[in-house]
């Protein structure tokens, strides 16, 4: 056989095209997809075909079953969304490259009725009129806060920036040396202060700023003082930052607001739970911030939003401003906000709802009863590899709490006949993409991270991969 023979041998667009098995794709893919995939495949064997030596023209074999097959293969990895579930094997809870906070499972079914039909999103049902996407959330942030009005927004940069474009466009803010942080990479106070219109007023060192030093700097252009969560660093030693009640007595002295960016917020005091003291929001709230804004996807374990809460006079400026209609959040945002809010109505409901404060609150006990059963279940897999249970150690994540490590249970894997990072590599891939961590030359799995029903998609993973 000649390749010339070869290449009539291959079928046209058209003739794979009347195939039974590709007319039955057209009720699944877009037929235009269909046909640039025949295309490529069609190409591929003609590249084949020209590659071929001598000796092999013989052996080639045009197989239209494996044509088909493959096509299907590749229509499945080209209409497969890009965005996808992975699954959280590091026990970094709040983990920021991962989409932060999970969800609550219940939330799907709010969530969805308002996403795929019509909604009083903007209108008032009582008076049949015209009505406010924010005033949905009103009644809950004030139930549970006391604050006494709430602007929820894209996120929580968005948030800072529109509270100090708002109240403080073209004046000082005063903020700490030690506060200036940059988080996540792209957002740094000093930045975010800059296009927001407000002027930086740094006062105090890096690691010790007084009331004294806000009070020094008040001119008769300040127009906030501004306290931010350094939420991914700690200075240690020998440190001092002012109390927000200090702030708010200089604040009263002079007639000038307090504002506080806590980041993540939380709704909770964790301490409780064995997790180091985080400031909540109503703490805030209480100790004099007229402002405070905190994310909606760190530890609270809601949607990505910027939430601001606070004094009615600064928010219904905020509302009015015109950067707010830029910011502000759709359907789905509200939706989830308002049914994950609801959970903390009920301190007990939101910790066993909020897949977030359920993994950071879990007692060691659970966490060893995940581990033994995972590490049972992988025990019965049968496989080529050394599998334990160690004490590991999980993250809050998210720039929270960051010197905190919470005590936990890792199963750890040393493949027999696969080197460890051959296998972190293969679970990454696979098509449930488990994203583990490699520590000590092992394969870790931190349990605390995993939702009940992973343990049998990670064992069935372990299963093809080393079985
Ligand atoms: C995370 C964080 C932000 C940014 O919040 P996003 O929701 O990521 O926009 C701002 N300030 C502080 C103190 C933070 O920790």
């Known amino acids: 056989m000649?390749?010339?023979?070869?290449?009539?041998?291959?079928?046209?667009?058209?003739?794979?095209?009347?195939?039974?098995?590709?007319?039955?794709?057209?009720?699944?893919?877009?037929?235009?997809?269909?046909?640039?995939?025949?295309?490529?495949?069609?190409?591929?064997?003609?590249?084949?075909?020209?590659?071929?030596?001598?000796?092999e023209m013989e052996s080639f074999d045009i197989n239209e079953e494996i044509l088909i097959n493959e096509i299907k293969d590749q229509l499945k990895l080209k209409y497969a969304l890009k965005l996808k579930r992975v699954i959280n094997a590091t026990g970094v809870v709040v983990h920021t490259n991962l989409?932060?906070?999970?969800?609550?499972?219940?939330?799907?079914?709010?969530?969805?009725l308002i996403a795929s039909r019509y909604s009083n999103l903007e209108y008032d049902i009582e008076s049949g009129k015209r009505g406010s996407r924010y005033s949905h959330l009103e009644d809950i942030v004030r139930k549970i806060t006391g604050a006494e009005d709430v602007l929820v927004v894209n996120n929580n940069a968005a948030a800072v920036m529109l509270v100090l474009g708002t109240m403080a466009q073209g004046k000082e803010v005063i903020t700490s040396r030690g506060e200036l942080v940059e988080i996540g990479g792209s957002f740094r106070i000093p930045s975010v202060m800059e296009q927001s219109g407000a002027k930086l007023v740094e006062v105090g060192t890096t690691n010790k700023t007084y009331a004294s030093d806000y009070e020094a700097a008040i001119t008769e252009n300040t127009g906030a003082l501004l306290k931010v969560?350094?939420?991914?660093?700690?200075?240690?030693?020998?440190?001092?930052?002012?109390?927000?009640?200090?702030?708010?007595?200089?604040?009263?002295?002079?007639?000038?607001?307090?504002?506080?960016?806590?980041?993540?917020?939380?709704?909770?005091?964790?301490?409780?739970?064995?997790?180091?003291?985080?400031?909540?929001?109503?703490?805030?709230?209480?100790?004099?911030?007229?402002?405070?804004?905190?994310?909606?996807?760190?530890?609270?374990?809601g949607p990505q939003a910027g939430i601001i809460v606070g004094k009615k006079k600064y928010i219904e400026k905020m509302k009015k401003n015109q950067m707010t209609r830029a910011l502000r959040v759709d359907k789905f945002i509200i939706c989830a906000l308002e049914a994950t809010m609801r959970y903390y109505i009920e301190e007990e409901i939101a910790i066993k709802k909020i897949p977030t404060l359920r993994m950071l609150t879990y007692t060691i006990d659970e966490i060893e009863e995940k581990a033994q059963r995972l590490h049972g279940m992988i025990g019965?897999?049968?496989?080529?590899?050394?599998?334990?249970?160690?004490?590991?150690?999980?993250?809050?994540?998210?720039?929270?709490?960051?010197?905190?490590?919470?005590?936990?249970r890792v199963i750890s894997i040393v493949p027999e006949s696969m080197s460890v990072s051959r296998l972190e590599e293969s679970l990454r891939l696979c098509e449930d993409h488990i994203i583990g961590r490699i520590y000590d030359e092992k394969y870790i799995i931190d349990v605390r991270t995993l939702f009940d029903e992973e343990y049998e998609i990670i064992c069935n993973q372990l299963k093809n991969i080393l079985g």
């Open 229 to 301: 969560h350094t939420s991914n660093f700690r200075v240690v030693g020998f440190t001092n930052t002012p109390e927000l009640e200090e702030l708010r007595e200089i604040g009263d002295k002079y007639d000038i607001p307090v504002i506080e960016d806590l980041g993540s917020g939380v709704f909770i005091d964790l301490s409780k739970y064995g997790l180091s003291y985080e400031p909540t929001v109503m703490d805030s709230l209480r100790k004099g911030a007229d402002i405070v804004t905190f994310s909606g996807d760190k530890i609270l374990g």
């Open 380 to 408: 019965r897999l049968g496989i080529a590899a050394e599998v334990n249970i160690e004490v590991g150690h999980s993250q809050v994540g998210g720039g929270s709490l960051p010197l905190e490590r919470i005590e936990s």
């Open 99 to 112: 989409g932060r906070s999970p969800m609550a499972e219940e939330i799907k079914e709010d969530l969805w």
């Open 2 to 55: 000649d390749k010339k023979t070869l290449f009539s041998k291959l079928p046209s667009v058209d003739k794979v095209l009347s195939n039974g098995c590709i007319i039955e794709l057209e009720k699944q893919y877009p037929r235009s997809l269909i046909v640039e995939v025949i295309r490529e495949q069609i190409d591929m064997a003609r590249k084949k075909i020209l590659a071929l030596a001598e000796g």
